[in-house]
């Protein structure tokens, strides 16, 4: 009997030590659990920097903690401060909200092997929600050769008011990013990865993110591939335009008058309660932005983010040129379409409403009749309606998501870049709904980006999807898979089609569909049109002006 249970608690106990994970970093030690669902190790909750806190709550980051003793990566569900959300049903429930939420998740495959390849992710949420771990990538680990990390940075007015003065200078959320790259500089080989070999990915504000780090000096050597899925830097929502306007502007809607004062109106951000600050979610705006992103910040010279309009980078091409493997679904525009009962009658009330703040006029008049150009070019003599819904995706498509990323990957050409790799996503499965009142389906934003990652926010069990969906699910991955290992989406001796990089005439593209087939310019004719916009209508997104000196009283 006594021999019985010596046997148990040893095999128990061997069980246990299976399932745990030690690794060493520069931190200190850090023990990671097995993933239920893979052969995962996951570590969460890893506190790459320090937020400041109380009235420093706009600053960049701090360094991160150290540690002795081995630290529990155990999930603790922490996300940065933002607008609650109601959560679905597949989605954890205990989620916690808190300023100590500089966290990163680090997820090892089981093996010996080091040096492995880094696959780094930004999520989405328009910069205002969101948080690392509601989207994994456990199946683009099935090779056992690439660790994935994914990580939370502040959102919203936290992350993204900017003032231009010292204690709110911007890009606060931008700034974590950084500070993220950088620990996994300092620490991935602990835990078995490459800092010579990261790829920094992202979707939608999670992709305009890693399209802007690109082009940011500060952030300069930290990732080496990049992969924008659906939002790009040249994105009206990407930058904000005015973004001291836009902080008065929200101080006013909550009641605050006194904003051509600069540092009262700093004082105000400074000591609101971050139940006020994360009080508007920003979703029903029709100007294609919500309010609060990055921003052209001053030049201090004392860590900015980004000094420069990425369109001025760009056309310049002062920035490191990369791989970079870039595109968008077919309909990205069908992330308003819940809107289209209401907002078709607001866009026959006045179009000019829904014209991006990037664009300038010297009249109302002159706004008025750009509007009318515009509306006309996607709705023709008839007013917005259910029979021409097709054109209300479209427009929401080009002045979110198309047109920007386009004209960046002509410039990304122009400026020498010749390893930038054009897609447009199509792929949708039969059980995918109409578009209201059409016989069309389309791919939803971001769509490509749910066929990559798996997990907390996507569907766990993929053999209940069609044979199709799971082939092109297949089919993506193993695009994505060969950009992390090579820098290009099909390598020399693929059995896929070849795939080369865009020229500055905009072609070719690959269209990832049930098949893959390369084609020549995406969406060439919408592409003009708004050419011809912007290129007479531009507005540069402009840095907050220099603070006057403070009243020192004697």
């Given at each position: 009997?006594?021999?019985?249970?010596?046997?148990f608690v040893?095999?128990s106990?061997a069980?246990?030590a299976e399932e745990?994970?030690?690794v060493k970093?520069?931190?200190?030690p850090?023990?990671g659990?097995?993933h239920p669902?893979?052969?995962?190790?996951a570590?969460?909750?890893i506190?790459?920097a320090?937020p400041?806190?109380?009235?420093?709550?706009?600053?960049?980051p701090l360094?991160?903690p150290t540690?002795?003793?081995?630290y529990?990566?155990?999930?603790?569900?922490?996300i940065c401060?933002?607008?609650?959300?109601?959560?679905p049903?597949?989605?954890p429930?205990?989620?916690?909200?808190?300023?100590?939420c500089?966290?990163a998740?680090?997820y090892?495959?089981d093996?010996d092997?080091k040096?492995?390849?880094?696959?780094?992710y930004v999520?989405?949420?328009?910069?205002?929600?969101?948080?690392?771990?509601?989207?994994?990538?456990l199946?683009?680990?099935d090779?056992?050769?690439?660790?994935?990390v994914t990580?939370?940075?502040?959102?919203?007015?936290?992350?993204?008011l900017?003032?231009?003065?010292?204690d709110i200078?911007?890009?606060?959320?931008?700034k974590?990013?950084v500070?993220?790259?950088r620990w996994?500089?300092d620490?991935?080989?602990?835990y078995?990865g490459n800092?010579?070999?990261?790829t920094?990915?992202?979707g939608?504000?999670?992709s305009a993110s890693?399209d802007l780090?690109?082009?940011?000096?500060?952030?300069e050597g930290l990732f080496?591939?990049?992969?924008p899925?659906?939002?790009g830097?040249l994105?009206a929502?990407t930058?904000q335009t005015?973004?001291l306007?836009?902080?008065?502007?929200?101080?006013r809607?909550w009641n605050?008058?006194n904003?051509?004062?600069?540092y009262?109106?700093?004082?105000?951000?400074?000591?609101?309660?971050?139940?006020?600050?994360?009080s508007?979610?920003f979703?029903?705006?029709?100007?294609?932005?919500?309010?609060?992103?990055p921003?052209?910040e001053r030049?201090?010279?004392?860590?900015?983010?980004?000094?420069?309009s990425p369109?001025?980078i760009l056309?310049?091409g002062?920035?490191?040129?990369l791989?970079?493997?870039?595109g968008f679904?077919n309909?990205?525009?069908?992330m308003r379409?819940?809107?289209?009962e209401?907002?078709?009658?607001?866009?026959?009330e006045?179009?000019?409403?829904?014209?991006?703040?990037n664009?300038k006029?010297?009249?109302d008049?002159?706004?008025?009749?750009?509007?009318?150009?515009?509306?006309?070019?996607?709705?023709?003599d008839?007013?917005?309606?259910?029979?021409?819904?097709l054109?209300?995706?479209?427009?929401?498509?080009?002045v979110?998501?198309t047109?920007p990323?386009l004209?960046a990957?002509k410039l990304h050409a122009?400026a020498?870049?010749?390893?930038?790799?054009?897609y447009?996503f199509s792929?949708?499965?039969?059980a995918?709904?109409?578009i209201?009142?059409?016989?069309?389906r389309?791919?939803n934003?971001?769509a490509?980006t749910?066929?990559?990652?798996?997990g907390?926010?996507?569907e766990k069990?993929e053999t209940?999807?069609?044979e199709?969906s799971?082939?092109?699910?297949?089919?993506v991955?193993?695009l994505?898979?060969?950009f992390?290992?090579?820098?290009?989406?099909?390598?020399?001796?693929?059995?896929?089609p070849a795939?080369?990089a865009?020229?500055?005439?905009g072609?070719?593209y690959?269209?990832?569909?049930?098949k893959?087939?390369?084609?020549?310019?995406l969406?060439e004719?919408?592409?003009r049109?708004w050419?011809?916009?912007?290129?007479?209508y531009?507005r540069?997104?402009v840095?907050?002006?220099e603070?006057?000196?403070?009243?020192?009283?004697?």
């Amino acid at each position: 009997m006594w021999t019985v249970c010596v046997l148990f608690v040893w095999f128990s106990t061997a069980l246990a030590a299976e399932e745990w994970k030690e690794v060493k970093t520069p931190q200190g030690p850090v023990r990671g659990r097995k993933h239920p669902d893979a052969e995962v190790y996951a570590f969460y909750n890893i506190p790459y920097a320090t937020p400041p806190v109380g009235e420093n709550k706009f600053k960049a980051p701090l360094p991160p903690p150290t540690w002795s003793d081995p630290y529990e990566a155990v999930n603790e569900y922490v996300i940065c401060p933002q607008f609650k959300m109601e959560i679905p049903e597949f989605m954890p429930k205990h989620l916690v909200q808190h300023e100590q939420c500089l966290i990163a998740n680090v997820y090892v495959p089981d093996t010996d092997k080091k040096n492995l390849s880094v696959y780094v992710y930004v999520h989405g949420g328009a910069f205002i929600i969101g948080y690392g771990d509601m989207m994994r990538a456990l199946r683009l680990m099935d090779n056992k050769d690439i660790i994935v990390v994914t990580f939370n940075y502040r959102l919203s007015i936290h992350g993204f008011l900017c003032l231009g003065t010292e204690d709110i200078p911007g890009n606060a959320g931008m700034k974590d990013q950084v500070a993220l790259l950088r620990w996994v500089q300092d620490n991935i080989a602990g835990y078995g990865g490459n800092p010579d070999d990261v790829t920094l990915a992202g979707g939608s504000a999670g992709s305009a993110s890693v399209d802007l780090l690109m082009l940011s000096k500060s952030a300069e050597g930290l990732f080496h591939r990049v992969i924008p899925e659906s939002g790009g830097n040249l994105a009206a929502f990407t930058v904000q335009t005015d973004p001291l306007e836009n902080a008065k502007t929200q101080a006013r809607k909550w009641n605050f008058t006194n904003v051509d004062d600069i540092y009262a109106l700093e004082k105000f951000y400074k000591t609101a309660p971050m139940r006020l600050l994360t009080s508007d979610p920003f979703f029903d705006r029709t100007d294609s932005t919500f309010l609060f992103s990055p921003c052209v910040e001053r030049d201090t010279g004392d860590g900015a983010f980004l000094t420069e309009s990425p369109l001025s980078i760009l056309k310049k091409g002062a920035y490191r040129k990369l791989p970079v493997l870039y595109g968008f679904a077919n309909m990205e525009g069908l992330m308003r379409i819940d809107q289209f009962e209401v907002w078709k009658q607001k866009m026959n009330e006045k179009f000019s409403d829904f014209l991006p703040p990037n664009l300038k006029f010297d009249s109302d008049e002159e706004r008025e009749q750009v509007a009318k150009e515009i509306k006309e070019f996607y709705f023709g003599d008839k007013p917005v309606g259910n029979d021409n819904v097709l054109g209300y995706v479209d427009f929401f498509s080009d002045v979110f998501f198309t047109y920007p990323m386009l004209v960046a990957a002509k410039l990304h050409a122009e400026a020498g870049n010749d390893q930038v790799y054009l897609y447009e996503f199509s792929y949708v499965d039969d059980a995918t709904p109409f578009i209201p009142h059409t016989k069309t389906r389309g791919a939803n934003h971001c769509a490509q980006t749910t066929a990559v990652m798996d997990g907390n926010f996507f569907e766990k069990n993929e053999t209940n999807m069609s044979e199709k969906s799971q082939n092109i699910k297949k089919t993506v991955r193993q695009l994505w898979h060969n950009f992390i290992k090579t820098g290009k989406p099909v390598p020399e001796g693929s059995s896929l089609p070849a795939w080369p990089a865009v020229g500055a005439d905009g072609s070719p593209y690959m269209s990832i569909d049930e098949k893959l087939e390369l084609r020549g310019v995406l969406l060439e004719e919408r592409t003009r049109f708004w050419d011809g916009i912007y290129q007479k209508y531009y507005r540069d997104p402009v840095p907050p002006p220099e603070p006057p000196a403070k009243h020192v009283e004697l």
